[in-house]
């Protein structure tokens, strides 16, 4: 079974009202695209792709003030990479045909120029109880309006002083009947037009106008908008645009302890929280990018959240599923230490070099194994050992044993420091235990990682949510997590080291990894964190 906007083009092609498919992503060049544009994207995209149509980008790009080139390159870009593929619009080479149709309103006593001010528009408005109240102007003459908005469109009005209002019912029960401004007067840069305009339209009355001279099928948006359809039909029907389009509504997707605001992005940004639109923290499609995420782990997502008719809040732990399982099942496997404690092997030579065989992907056999090599001075995990450890510690303690993992069982000999701050432990190799080759029948409780002494330097980050679980604040700023980013001084493979930059592996019992693709030195991004325990994994070998 489809989701409902396929049960709406099913009936819509089956009793001929369409043919072709054409469906819109159109974001407003603002700020860059998060996850939440994600969703839209590839549901745009999905459709027109089962229907063998097309997907347009459109840049809504009609209010001048906020729009940046900076955003048009980047949206083009993630909304790519995601998989779009289509032909690229911009809202704002329709002026002249919306000014047209805003004419061709007012010639048929359908919108009139009015001179209300922001706060008596919203005096006027009334209540969802109570009508509104018409304006003196409404029924000014059709030739009136039509030289004043001329004077409007040629700078002979200062801005705000002059807007024009479609003529619909001041007594609606819906207030964006209610003679909603579809024009204002706004002196501003435009990024694509520059000067030429100095009035904008309302999106109330540019977006069905977008949809419709780019012969839209389905145009698909979020819930909010639902009660703005009423006008969204009557602005195709009173401006005469033949065959209009059709607006259908889901729910937005929201996601746990994520920021889904461009807005509030933006100031993260502008106040340096974080550090850019592609910080590996942030919900954009730059940030998901960055942090190891892959296009198709984000349709992934996408697909299993669904379309929906009713807003809800998705688990954050779902969106991570999605890159882990991909990750579980394609990423090689690697050892990096994070909190590097040094471990000396004291019964072999100083030149001591001894090649283990180690699996790539235990799920993914055919990826075989490589060869990691084991040295006299090792690099542990500082919490790997412990001189008083808590309950059922299963690693390594004075006189205990461990597996290293695809190595020998080690028996630790001494520390050197002190309990609280050991800084050397002495350990031996116990014979007869080699991965692989193991008849001694020892049995250890734990397996640990390692690196050895030709590991290099690395920083590692490892990030947690933007938001702190507690959401009784409406208010972001009482929510934002300082504790977002840790950094460490860790010490990686030699193989880890020599990874292209945007390589993902899994760091053993540590999570999944991506080699930042930003930063010039050795820096890893943790994408996701394991689920499951390491040594379910069946990594005890
Ligand atoms: P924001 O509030 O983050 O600025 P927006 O809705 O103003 O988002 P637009 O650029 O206008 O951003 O959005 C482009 C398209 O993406 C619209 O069709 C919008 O409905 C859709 N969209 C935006 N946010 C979400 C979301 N959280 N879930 C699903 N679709 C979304
Ligand atoms: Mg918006």
């Known amino acids: 079974m489809g989701n409902f906007i396929e049960e709406i083009i099913d009936a819509d092609l089956a009793a001929g009202r369409e043919t072709e498919i054409v469906t819109r992503f159109p974001p407003e060049p603002n700020g860059y695209l998060h996850i939440g544009h994600a969703k839209a994207i590839c549901l745009n995209v999905a459709m027109a792709?089962?229907?063998?149509?097309?997907?347009?980008?459109?840049?809504?790009?009609?209010?001048?003030?906020?729009?940046e080139d900076e955003y048009v390159r980047s949206i083009i870009e993630d909304a790519r990479w995601l998989g779009w593929n289509g032909d690229i619009y911009f809202a704002s080479d329709y002026f002249e045909t919306m000014y047209d149709a805003a004419v061709r309103l007012i010639k048929k006593g359908k919108a009139y120029v009015d001179d209300v001010t922001p706060e008596e528009m919203k005096k006027m408005r009334g209540t969802l109880t109570e009508p509104g109240i018409e304006s003196?102007?409404?029924?000014?003459?059709?030739?009136?309006?039509?030289?004043?908005?001329?004077?409007?469109?040629?700078?002979?009005?200062?801005?705000?002083?002059?807007?024009?209002?479609?003529?619909?019912?001041?007594?609606?029960?819906?207030?964006?009947?209610?003679?909603?401004?579809?024009?204002?007067?706004?002196r501003a840069h435009h990024h694509r037009q520059g000067d030429s305009w100095c009035?904008?339209?309302?999106?109330?009355?540019?977006?069905?106008?977008?949809d419709a001279v780019e012969g839209i099928s389905h145009s698909i948006c979020t819930l909010e908008f639902e009660d703005h359809r009423p006008l969204y039909d009557w602005v195709l029907k009173e401006a005469e645009f033949p065959h209009p389009p059709h607006q259908y509504e889901f729910a937005r997707l929201n996601l746990e302890r994520t920021i889904m605001s461009k807005r509030y992005l933006k100031k993260l940004v502008d106040e340096n929280f974080v550090s850019g639109w592609d910080?590996?923290?942030?919900?954009?499609?730059?940030?998901?990018?960055?942090?190891?995420?892959?296009?198709?782990?984000?349709?992934?997502?996408?697909?299993?959240?669904?379309?929906?008719?009713?807003?809800?809040?998705?688990?954050?732990?779902?969106?991570?599923s999605c890159i882990r399982e991909e990750l579980n099942a394609g990423a090689p496997r690697a050892m990096a230490v994070l909190d590097p404690l040094e471990l000396v092997l004291d019964n072999v030579p100083e030149d001591f070099c001894e090649e283990m065989d180690f699996e790539i992907n235990p799920f993914a056999p055919e990826s075989g194994t490589r060869k990691i090599y084991l040295t006299k001075k090792?690099?542990?995990?500082?919490?790997?050992?412990?001189?008083v450890p808590p309950p059922k510690y299963k690693r390594l303690i004075p006189n205990g044993t461990v597996r290293l993992k695809s190595g020998y069982i080690i028996k630790c000999t001494g520390y050197e420091g002190t309990p609280e701050n050991v800084t050397r432990v002495h350990a031996e190799i116990i014979e007869g235990t080699k991965s692989?080759?193991?008849?001694?029948?020892?049995?250890?409780?734990?397996?640990?990682?390692?690196?050895?002494?030709?590991?290099?330097?690395?920083?590692?980050?490892?990030?947690?949510?933007?938001?702190?679980?507690?959401?009784?604040?409406?208010?972001?700023?009482?929510?934002?997590?300082?504790?977002?980013?840790?950094?460490?001084?860790?010490?990686?493979?030699?193989y880890v080291a020599g990874a292209e930059k945007g390589a993902s592996f899994q760091f053993l019992r540590q999570g999944y990894f991506c080699r930042d693709t930003k930063e010039s030195g050795l820096v890893f991004n943790r994408i996701v964190g394991l689920k499951d325990a390491y040594n379910k994994s069946g990594a005890n070998r």
């Open 49 to 67: 792709k089962k229907y063998g149509g097309k997907c347009n980008l459109r840049f809504d790009d009609t209010n001048p003030v906020k729009e």
């Open 136 to 186: 003196k102007y409404r029924n000014r003459p059709a030739s009136e309006s039509l030289e004043l908005f001329e004077q409007m469109r040629n700078g002979k009005i200062a801005d705000g002083a002059l807007v024009l209002r479609a003529k619909i019912d001041m007594a609606s029960p819906n207030i964006n009947m209610r003679d909603p401004i579809i024009y204002r007067v706004l």
């Open 199 to 210: 009035v904008y339209p309302m999106y109330d009355f540019a977006h069905p106008i977008e």
């Open 279 to 320: 910080d590996p923290r942030m919900p954009t499609i730059a940030g998901l990018r960055r942090r190891g995420y892959t296009p198709s782990s984000i349709r992934e997502f996408c697909e299993r959240i669904g379309v929906a008719k009713a807003n809800s809040e998705v688990e954050a732990g779902q969106l991570e």
């Open 378 to 387: 090792l690099y542990i995990e500082k919490g790997d050992f412990a001189v």
């Open 436 to 494: 692989g080759h193991d008849n001694s029948g020892i049995k250890v409780k734990g397996v640990i990682h390692w690196v050895n002494s030709r590991a290099e330097k690395a920083d590692v980050r490892l990030y947690d949510y933007l938001l702190i679980a507690d959401d009784s604040s409406p208010d972001f700023n009482d929510r934002l997590n300082f504790e977002s980013l840790i950094e460490k001084d860790a010490l990686v493979e030699e």
